[in-house]
């Protein structure tokens, strides 16, 4: 009777351990909510497409699954590649617990990018300088756009229009250009320097330039091509 009773009381053991193990398993688990995931996606999609202003937002199409994870450090690895910023994105993912694969998710998103750009105030024609005084600032979805917006500074006054632009029309970047500081045909001031010895002579442009860049110059006392480095609109130093 008494080993009985032995036997007994260590069953009674065994499945006590095994519920309390359960318990303490269930305990270190918890549930990612859909909110944590979208951050996740979010925080890991600017940092795929180099999205350094604006605002990112996440919307699942469908409702994401429940996904149960133990405690830890939670990231998130992509398993395709997304090239490029897309309203609509198809991403497959794994979710990692301490660098540890924990489960693979495949989740059709949709995305909007919240960023400041530029508006005109009133149409722009073709080859216009651009002006900050005629245009101001206002936040949009950039994803909804045909092509990317222009986020560069107005007043640096070396922008000009590529094509018409109406007014109340973002810019983009296919509508821009540099405006060059030398244009092809210009007569210009090239110096040639040696040392502390500096000579100036006239030349004409056979290209158009832009600030800090270089273009090929004809001295106009001979028929011999040099290339300079654009000063300003009207000098250039010659590099060899």
Known sequence: MRQYF????TVLAVISIGLFAGDASQSVQRTISAEELSGLLEQSLRTQWKIQDGTLNIEFERTPPAVIVPQGEITLRWTTQIQQPNRRVYPQFEIRVDGQSVTSLALPIRV??????WITDSALA?????SANSLQRQSMDVLSLNGSAWSGDPAAED?????????GGVLMERSLRRRPTIRRGDTISARLEEGALS?????????DGFRGGTLKLRSALKPVELKGKVINETVVVVVR
């Open 6 to 9: 032995l036997i007994f009381r």
């Open 112 to 117: 909007r990018w919240v960023r400041e750009v």
């Open 199 to 207: 000579v100036e002579f006239q030349a004409v442009a056979l290209e």
């Open 159 to 167: 922008w000009m229009t590529s094509s018409p632009v109406p007014a």
């Open 126 to 130: 073709s080859q216009a300088p651009l």
